[in-house]
């Protein structure tokens, strides 16, 4: 069975620091990568999608993907209150997939 | 969640009655999807829907059935509604596959008593 794995946090950082997110999954089949944001008692966010391995930057955040290692990363630089939320990896198992697999979420606090 | 609209919001039923929520898209997409979220379990699939007619299972599909008639309507229905399934239940949609990720829709929080 596909798996995603996060670490459940808190995670805690002070406002202007970067944040760190780490999520593993288990399918070396998986191609597709999503970040989502859900802010508590809203529904998930799609912020970011990463495809192919290496960097992708999209304003305060980035997202790293490294296939051989079957890691997904996701930093926020410049930390602000407003981010705290849970964060969600997801991934997908190709083309054909009609599936997303979630991971159970990081919750990020950012302390002003 | 533009284009995309769940019903009702909340929902307070009893255990054994019949229940239907409805996700209303306005965004053309062919694929839609069911999923529900625990505490300690995620986001978890229920059922997705790649057409009209058109539906498959998911991980977690027992007690839970779904039509779709039209390209806009993906309906899922608790025919006997049980204590377990009390959750906050998330409708997405999809232009191709999962490949560029979902839509979801505002959410129902059903509780059954």
């Known amino acids: 069975q596909k798996e995603v794995e996060q670490n459940s946090g808190p995670l805690s950082v002070p406002e202007g620091a970067i944040a760190s997110l780490n999520c593993t999954y288990s399918?070396?089949?998986?191609?597709?990568f999503f970040w989502y944001r859900q802010y508590s008692g809203k529904s998930p966010e799609l912020i970011m999608s990463?495809?192919?391995?290496g960097d992708k930057e999209d304003g305060r955040f980035t997202a790293q993907l490294n296939k051989a290692s079957q890691y997904v990363s996701l930093l926020i630089r410049d930390s602000q209150p407003s981010d705290s939320a849970t964060y969600l990896c997801?991934?997908?198992?190709?083309?054909?997939?009609?599936?997303?697999?979630f991971g159970k979420g990081t919750k990020l606090s950012v302390i002003p | 969640d533009a284009g995309i609209t769940q019903s009702p919001r909340h929902k307070v039923t009893e255990t054994g009655t019949p229940v239907t929520l409805r996700c209303h898209q306005t965004?053309?997409?062919?694929?839609m999807y069911w999923y529900r979220q625990d505490p300690g379990h995620g986001l978890r699939l229920i059922h997705y829907?790649?057409?009209?007619?058109?539906?498959d299972k998911g991980e977690v599909s027992d007690g839970y059935s779904v039509s779709r008639s039209k390209t806009e309507d993906f309906l899922l229905t608790l025919e006997s509604a049980t204590s377990s399934q009390t959750s906050v239940y998330f409708c997405?949609?999809?232009?191709?596959?999962?490949?560029?990720?979902?839509?979801f829709g505002s959410g129902t929080r059903l509780t059954v008593v």
């Open positions: 997405a949609i999809s232009e191709d596959r999962s490949v560029y990720g979902y839509t």
């Open positions: 399918d070396r089949g998986s191609q597709s």
């Open positions: 990463i495809y192919s391995n």
């Open positions: 997801a991934e997908n198992s190709g083309a054909g997939s009609y599936q997303l697999t």
């Open positions: 965004e053309n997409h062919r694929y």
């Open positions: 829907s790649y057409g009209v007619k058109d539906t």
